[in-house]
């Protein structure tokens, strides 16, 4: 059911043109679940989903996140207080839009790909 989820959900994510968080969170899981998968000797289940693709997708989204949905120091610069800004995330579709909701969303996503990564 997982594996169902995050597949019919990828060119949704694929073609995404700004910032989205929850979706890589759902990723992040979808990799870790192939991974165990894959140790348990269970690598029949996995036959039907296509796995490099599911992977570069993956990496595409964090490094896109990052792009268009973080502060960096050249877009506060154009916010009434930048320093409150600089390192923060928002939601572009929704007029820069910054909530702690979304900020925990990324940071989630960014931190499980980061731990999980490296």
Same mark, same amino acid.
């Given at each position: 059911? @997982? ?13 995404? /043109? ?16 192939? $991974? ?7 690598? /029949? ?7 490099? #693709?599911? !992977? ?36 572009? *579709?929704? *007029?820069? #839009?910054? !909530?702690? $909701?979304?900020?925990? *969303?990324?940071?989630? @996503? ?9």
């Amino acid at each position: 059911m @997982g594996l169902k989820n995050v597949f019919s959900h990828l060119d949704f994510i694929t073609k995404r /043109d700004t910032s989205y968080p929850t979706p890589l969170e759902l990723m992040n899981v979808a990799v870790k679940m192939t $991974d165990i998968i894959k140790l348990t000797g269970n690598d /029949d289940l996995l036959e039907t989903y296509d796995l490099i #693709r599911l !992977r570069r997708i993956w990496k595409y989204r964090v490094e896109y996140e990052l792009a268009t949905g973080s502060f960096q120091p050249e877009l506060a610069m154009y916010f009434y207080a930048p320093y409150k800004f600089v390192g923060g995330f928002f939601a572009r *579709h929704d *007029h820069f #839009r910054t !909530r702690i $909701d979304d900020c925990e *969303h990324f940071l989630s @996503g960014l931190i499980n790909y980061y731990n999980y990564t490296y």
